[in-house]
Nanobody, 125 residues
Framework: QLRVVESGGGLVQPGGSLRLSCAGS????????IVWFRQAPAKEREGVSCISSSDQVYYADFVKGRFTISRDNAKNTVYLQMHSLNPEDTATYYC???????????????????WGQGTQVTVSS
């Protein structure tokens, strides 16, 4: 079964850090655009960061300077390193993959082919 699987979420104090992982299962991620979305309760899904198949990276304004997206092709994994977390970052984080280059990779309406089940990030003291 072809899918992506997220991991790395958890509870962290404000100002802390987490690293999320998005692993490919049944296919290799290196030729795919990968995006991280997040969705908090009662809020719409929003794009956080994405990396194209040519490793161009994009960030939402609200995470610039705090989050970093990267690939490790040897591990078939894309990471989202998150620093300086605040309570507003609390959400379920999803990764998605698509073989094509999205016009706007952060657009939540982009029809990514593969979606993960999400990993919960809670920022609280």
């Amino acid at each position: 079964q072809l899918r992506v699987v997220e991991s790395g979420g958890g509870l962290v104090q404000p100002g802390g850090s987490l690293r999320l992982s998005c692993a490919g299962s049944g296919f290799t991620l290196d030729s795919y655009a990968i995006v991280w979305f997040r969705q908090a309760p009662a809020k719409e899904r929003e794009g956080v960061s994405c990396i194209s198949s040519s490793d161009q990276v994009y960030y939402a304004d609200f995470v610039k300077g705090r989050f970093t997206i990267s690939r490790d092709n040897a591990k078939n994994t894309v990471y989202l390193q998150m620093h300086s977390l605040n309570p507003e970052d609390t959400a379920t984080y999803y990764c998605a993959a698509d073989p094509l280059k999205p016009t706007d990779c952060l657009d939540p309406q982009t029809p990514y082919e593969f979606w993960g089940q999400g990993t919960q990030v809670t920022v609280s003291s």
